[in-house]
């Protein structure tokens, strides 16, 4: 594996841009200020991106569904700074590194590993919404409020 820093304007893992047109491609998103600092998401289609978010594409080499994982996995708002408006700086997540799989195959396995796995939880996910709500009208029965109890 090789070691190198995420965000590198010139280098080896991506490139950072803060556009101002239009982007039309499949990128990661990096909200940088506020209540979803540090949070990955990935754009897909015709978007544009505030000055509160960092956009990241991948550079040659490294395949972009692992990169979104690596960048989620780094839990990124553990590098903010600030109370009451956190930020994300650009040039603390350039200095970050992280290890890079020297084969896209590999890089590629991985990424379809832990999508499996994101699939499987949201195939899960309405029937934990199913028995949250259970749970709450159970809840309900069981715990009544003293005014909703006959005396």
Known sequence: MNTACILVMA???CAVTRPHLPI????HIIGCQGALCGNVKTGIGQFH???HAVVVTPEN???GDWLFYVLDYLNLNRFATGQAQP???VDVLEKLPIAIPN???EQQKIAECLSSVDELIAAQAPKLEALKTHKKGLMQQLFPFPQ???T
């Open 148 to 150: 909703e109890v006959e």
């Open 11 to 13: 280098g080896t893992v």
């Open 87 to 89: 930020g994300l700086s």
């Open 24 to 27: 039309r491609e499949n990128i």
């Open 61 to 63: 080499g490294i395949k």
């Open 103 to 105: 084969q896209e195959s």
């Open 49 to 51: 991106a505030t000055e």
